[in-house]
């Protein structure tokens, strides 16, 4: 088992997962010295094992300014954290959600608050270097934040939670599914999911298992990220890439 799937680090995210709630509301100040370089540390490591370009960028308010699209109204954002790829990579969104979910969870143990970001946000403004042959896929607020959300945060939160997903609802079997599939999709129930679709899918069938997403929306294979990485911190083991990807234990 690789360091990233070990036992210690699965413990460590799933404290991680019960904790995490999409913050809007940030101090507006600079992350703590110590934290920033872990951070770094953590974006250096994960570059390395999926080929992005993950970008840490201290200043990019400017593209929050006034925002008030959709529902997702933010105040105080000053870092983000950019995903960045190659265009050509087929397996682009979602590594962009898998690794992107995977800072997140960091953060959240160091006490920051995060978002993931998509559509509401001026992908224009972001000082992140792209080359020409890079896309910038979605970015992750993140930074100091109050430990109780604001009212505004609960607001939305309600707004975006009305229904919690039903595990039922997550997956397809044939007959009766064993316990760590079950912890698996425990962990998808409190995935982060664009506007809370939740669309990705997990099959259990002739005692196999694999993951998939109609891809009805531009950001279904950045869900299809998060969700599997859930899944591995749950159930214990670790997903082929792309869509329809297998499981193995």
């Known amino acids: 088992m690789d360091k990233l799937h070990s036992t210690a680090n699965a413990m460590r995210y799933f404290e991680a997962i019960e ?6 509301t940030y101090l507006n100040e600079n992350i703590e010295p110590d934290k920033l370089k872990k951070i770094n540390e953590y974006i250096c490591n994960y570059n390395k094992l999926s080929g992005l370009s993950i970008q840490f960028i201290e200043d990019a308010s400017k593209g929050f300014n006034g925002l008030i ?11 983000i954290i950019a995903l960045v790829g190659k265009t050509s990579d087929p397996y682009l969104k979602e590594k962009a959600g898998y690794f992107g979910e995977l800072l997140v ?20 403004n972001c ?3 792209i080359e020409e042959d890079e896309s910038l896929v979605c ?3 993140i930074g100091p934040v109050d430990d109780k959300p604001s009212l505004k945060e609960k607001l939305v939160y309600r707004m975006t939670h009305r229904n919690t997903v039903k595990a039922e609802n997550l997956y397809e079997s044939e007959g009766e599914v064993p ?7 425990k962990a998808v129930q409190l995935a982060p999911s664009a506007l809370n679709r939740h669309p990705v899918k997990f099959v259990y069938k002739s005692g196999n298992t694999y993951a998939f ?8 294979l950045v869900d299809l990220g998060i969700a599997k990485l859930h899944f591995e911190i749950g159930a214990g083991g670790k997903f082929a890439p792309g869509n329809y990807g297998t499981y193995s234990k």
């Open 19 to 24: 904790k995490r709630i999409s913050r809007r």
């Open 69 to 79: 699209k959709s529902y997702g109204m933010f105040h105080g954002v000053k870092s």
């Open 105 to 124: 969870l960091e953060a959240v143990l160091l006490g920051l608050g995060t978002c993931f970001v998509g559509d509401s946000y001026d992908k224009k």
């Open 127 to 129: 000082p992140c270097k």
């Open 139 to 141: 970015v992750i607020t």
């Open 179 to 185: 316990s760590w599939f079950l912890n698996g999709i």
């Open 213 to 220: 997403v109609e891809e009805t929306n531009k950001f279904d």
